[in-house]
């Protein structure tokens, strides 16, 4: 069974930093890409940033690029979403992802295992 499980969010203040982790069991880590989609209250679900374990690539959204980075401990299935200069509107539930192959960003609905999310808010 393959889970994936979240853990990092909490509330922080506009210019903060946080660090999510996304620990992935059941899959052969280097067959899979790992992505970070958000959502937030009315909106539809954004593909932020993803990694393909296979080779390391990553892709990373417009609205993120140079403020969030995708670092990962692949001996520890594990990736990262270091989020810096926050804002206001960064505030959504974050949840990492997972799909055999290269990553990819849109759709993101398209990802196969999905965690459970973990809620990030920046307050002004």
């Known amino acids: 069974e393959v889970q994936l499980v979240e853990s990092g969010g909490g509330l922080v203040q506009a210019g903060g930093s946080l660090r999510l982790s996304c620990v992935a069991s059941?899959?052969?880590?280097?067959?899979?890409?790992i992505g970070w989609i958000r959502q937030a209250p009315g909106k539809e679900r954004e593909g932020l940033s993803s990694?393909?374990?296979?080779?390391?690539?990553?892709l990373y959204a417009d609205s993120v690029k140079g403020r969030f980075f995708i670092p990962s401990d692949f001996a520890k299935n594990t990736v990262y979403l270091q989020m810096n200069s926050l804002k206001p509107e960064d505030t959504a539930v974050y949840y990492c992802?997972?799909?055999?192959?290269?990553?990819?960003?849109?759709?993101?609905?398209?990802?196969?295992?999905w965690g459970q999310g973990t809620q990030v808010t920046v307050s002004s």
């Open positions: 059941g899959l052969t880590f280097e067959n899979y890409a």
């Open positions: 990694i393909s374990s296979g080779d390391g690539s990553t």
């Open positions: 992802a997972a799909d055999p192959g290269y990553g990819f960003l849109y759709p993101p609905s398209e990802y196969d295992y």
